[in-house]
């Protein structure tokens, strides 16, 4: 079956921009979280969804937004963006409702300059 | 093999060798653990998990360790490949929060 999907791979905005991430999780699969990857903080949990609802969010501030839609494909949104926000920016969707079973998508790399 | 007690960013072997990779994690509450593999270009795949009742955890080639009373978690891998090089992170969940991933371990085998 098909895996989890990222789109777009690479991208790359200006700052002040705002940046718009679409993942589409394995078919079935209801939970969607979303993390933050770069080479310095690591991998940063930003938020998780299930059933279109935000279940849990990380540490990120109010730039960083995310949905669910009820075909479970889930978007996140960065506005005015920064420097600091260039990271690879992971996916991962699991049938179970959170933590357990995830599986990533490849991400989207997004360079801000 | 190679091991090593405290992590280590880069763990470097020889193909044939058995790597022990090890992971501290931070919260004693944590009741699900993972170990995952990313290789570059990927996103992190899933090797072996283990639950918080149990000590221990084999898979293929791949044996997980858990010590609660320390809180570490390591995974070793038998007869490592060239193919197994790759960053290796463990990840902690509680039930009904986020995982939260340790710092990677690049692992480099050399043939």
């Known amino acids: 079956k098909a895996g989890v999907t990222q789109t777009p791979r690479y991208l790359i905005k200006t700052r002040g921009q705002q940046v718009t991430l679409s993942c589409s999780p394995i078919s079935g699969h209801r939970s969607v979280s979303w993390y933050q990857q770069t080479p310095g903080q690591g991998l940063q949990f930003l938020f998780e969804?299930?059933?279109?609802?935000?279940?849990n969010k990380g540490n990120f501030p109010g730039r960083f937004s995310g949905r669910q839609f009820s075909n479970s494909r889930s978007e996140m949104n960065v506005s005015t963006l920064e420097l600091g926000d260039s990271a690879l920016y992971l996916c991962?969707?699991?049938?179970?409702?959170?933590?357990?079973?995830?599986?990533f998508g490849s991400g989207t790399r997004l360079t801000v300059v | 093999g190679e091991s090593v007690g405290l992590h280590l960013p880069t763990l470097s072997v020889q193909e044939g060798d058995n790597s022990i990779i090890n992971c501290a994690y931070s919260n004693s509450a944590s009741d699900y653990f993972i170990w995952y593999k990313q290789e570059s270009g990927k996103g992190p795949q899933f090797i072996i998990d283990?639950?918080?009742?149990?000590d221990k955890r084999q898979g293929q080639r791949v044996t997980v360790l858990l010590n609660k009373t320390v809180k570490h978690l390591s995974l070793q891998i038998a007869a490592t490949q060239p193919g197994d090089s790759a960053v290796y992170f463990c990840?902690?969940?509680?039930?009904?929060?986020?995982?939260?991933f340790g710092k990677g371990t690049t692992l480099s085998v050399s043939s």
């Open positions: 991962a969707s699991s049938s179970a409702r959170t933590g357990v079973g995830y599986t």
């Open positions: 283990i639950r918080s009742n149990m």
């Open positions: 969804y299930f059933s279109e609802t935000q279940r």
């Open positions: 990840a902690e969940t509680q039930a009904g929060t986020a995982l939260i």
